[in-house]
């Protein structure tokens, strides 16, 4: 009887303590794919990944949870853009959390998606306020009158304090409730903010003329937030200079100091980190999110940890190459366009769908598409060193004008 209960107890204890790791267990919200999914105060209960407290600001705020839904879409796609060269690349999976186990360890990449998740709610939430979508708020009235520049505030700013407001009630949550005064608590806490100052310390001024012929007689200004690939970058650089911290005790409160004594303090902006990370080298099927580097592209020239060397952790790569039928500079189009009029526009216009369509294989025929062919690097499983000149799999993409900037041309063939 005893000891069973004291299994249970263990459990939920262990329960708990596996949770309060999961602090950003809500980005699963991502998930969601609808627009306007969650409707009401019902829809709330059922959303998976929200504690009760969130539960209960989902409730008094219905409103706003579509915004806090896109934010975590947000945070997920710049961090899957900034990462998008490191053994890491953010893939997220369809099971809770998102991130799998990568980001329940104290380490650089926590305090990342800390960072951005925190700012990216901030960011959505006010650009919601801004467009007018939410009852709740609306532009920042604060800034009005004639600025000592000389232009008048005018327009819509940006109510960053709104939606700063809202992350700090929604995203702390966890690590603000009583008695949570953990190092991993304090991280979280200091990393949320640091990530929404990336927003706070980069507002802008935009301002439009007004006057004859776009003479600027009259200007009105108002601020904006940058764009949210701008605080990726922010964020992204406090990422790469992160501080390694520890806890300390002083007086009666806990702080995070510098592990190492002779770095300069971190300031609010920057992010800190309590443990190393580990290399991401390999994939553990243990901890979920680890996927390892097999079979990601490398950049053979480079030095950094895109390249084949550090990217496939010296485990030797293989060389691909992959066709792309492209749209060659004589483009059907353009042979029409020369010597059009404007009354042939409109029925250029019409016919333009067809165009690409008819263009496109008539293109191949005639060969006004190309054939383009790459090489790309593709990190191997190890055991074989490195190999090259492997041409299949050949894939051949179709109508591809954007390329990928891993992908290198054919004249570095070997
Ligand atoms: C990240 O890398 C894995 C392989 O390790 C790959 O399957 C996945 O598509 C990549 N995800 C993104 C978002 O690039
Ligand atoms: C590969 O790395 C080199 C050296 O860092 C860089 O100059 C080049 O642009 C990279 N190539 C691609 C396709 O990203």
């Not at 702390?172 to 100052?197: I, P």
């Not at 940058?226 to 406090?238: A, H, L, S, Y």
């Not at 179709?398 to 992908?407: A, D, G, I, N």
Request: one cysteine or more; glycine letters at 8%; a neutral charge.
């Amino acid at each position: 009887m005893m000891t069973g209960d004291c299994v249970v107890r263990f459990v939920l204890m262990l329960c708990c303590a596996l949770l309060s790791a999961n602090a950003s267990n809500w980005l699963y919200l991502a998930k969601l794919s609808s627009v306007g999914s969650i409707r009401d105060e019902e829809t709330c209960e059922r959303l998976r990944g929200l504690i009760q407290r969130q539960v209960q600001i989902c409730k008094r705020s219905v409103e706003v949870m579509d915004a806090v839904r896109r934010g975590a879409q947000l945070a997920i796609e710049e961090c899957q853009f900034q990462f998008r060269n490191r053994r890491w690349n953010c893939s997220t999976l369809e099971t809770m959390p998102v991130f799998g186990k990568v980001v329940t360890q104290g380490t650089r990449e926590a305090a990342f998606v800390y960072a951005i998740s925190a700012a990216s709610v901030a960011f959505a939430v006010t650009r919601a306020c801004s467009s007018g979508e939410l009852e709740k708020c609306g532009c920042d009235h604060n800034v009005h009158g004639v600025s000592p520049e000389g232009f008048q505030w005018s327009g819509c700013s940006d109510n960053i304090a709104y939606g700063v407001a809202f992350s700090q009630s929604f995203v702390d949550v966890r690590e603000r409730s009583k008695g949570q005064s953990s190092s991993r608590a304090l991280m979280n806490l200091h990393n949320n903010e640091a990530g929404r100052k990336a927003i706070l310390s980069h507002m802008r001024v935009e301002c439009k003329c007004h006057g004859v012929s776009g003479s600027c007689e009259v200007k009105t200004c108002w601020r904006a937030m940058p764009p949210f690939r701008k605080v990726g970058n922010v964020i992204k650089e406090k990422f790469d200079g992160a501080t390694e911290v520890e806890q300390r005790k002083m007086g009666s409160t806990k702080v995070l100091v510098p592990r190492n004594a002779q770095f300069k303090p971190h300031t609010d902006e920057d992010l800190v980190y309590l443990e190393p990370s580990p290399d991401f080298c390999d994939h553990d099927p243990r901890t979920p999110g680890m996927l390892g580097t097999v079979g990601r592209q490398c950049n053979r020239t480079s030095k950094a940890i895109d390249g084949c060397e550090l990217m496939c952790c010296g485990r030797g790569f293989q060389t691909q190459e992959v066709e792309v039928v492209d749209r060659c500079s004589c483009d059907f189009a353009v042979l029409l366009k020369a010597g059009m009029t404007e009354c042939q526009a409109i029925l250029y216009n019409m016919l333009l769908a067809m165009m690409v369509f008819l263009g496109m294989i008539t293109g191949i025929l005639i060969g006004h598409y190309s054939m383009c062919r790459w090489t790309l690097h593709v990190c191997g499983s190890g055991g074989h060193g490195e190999w090259t000149s492997v041409p299949e799999p050949e894939r051949t993409i179709e109508h591809t004008t954007e390329r990928s900037p891993l992908y290198a041309p054919l004249n570095t063939h070997q």
